[in-house]
């Protein structure tokens, strides 16, 4: 009877023995699996980092800076009609300008620049030709 209980008592913990080993082995297999997947987006990330970082050294201009740099003049209110300093570019792109802006859109006859401005200050695009 002893012999018995000794018996079941060995199983048992063989038993316990090999869950706790395949708990062990399971434990590890999900840290690995976790493992290759982090580290394959971290490579990932470096990879596209080290793209990006290549394309912003190269992103310079191809020739000669041909651009001129002007002096902000303001952005001063005005009366309509009122004289003022003359601009220093052309087209001004600060300095003074009427109270209301143009409306947005196309036109076939010129606006006075002092119009304009004003929407660039709203930041606007002003195309003329």
């Known amino acids: 009877m002893e012999e018995t209980k000794n018996n079941y008592e060995l199983k048992k913990q063989e038993r316990e023995k090999t869950r706790e080993r395949e708990r062990r082995q399971d434990n590890f297999a999900k840290i690995h699996k976790s493992l290759v997947r982090y580290g394959f987006w971290i490579l990932t990330l470096v990879v596209i980092g080290y793209g990006v970082f290549l394309l912003a050294q190269t992103a310079g201009p191809d020739g000669e800076d041909f651009s001129t740099r002007y002096e902000i003049q303001g952005r001063d209110h005005i009366a309509d009609g009122a004289l003022h300093l003359p601009y220093n570019s052309n087209p001004p792109s600060s300095g003074w300008h009427y109270a209301s802006p143009a409306h ?3 036109y076939e006859e010129s606006l006075p620049d002092e119009r304009v ?8 695009i002003w195309i003329a030709y």
């Open 104 to 106: 947005g859109g196309f």
């Open 117 to 124: 401005i004003h929407n660039l200050e709203h930041g606007d």
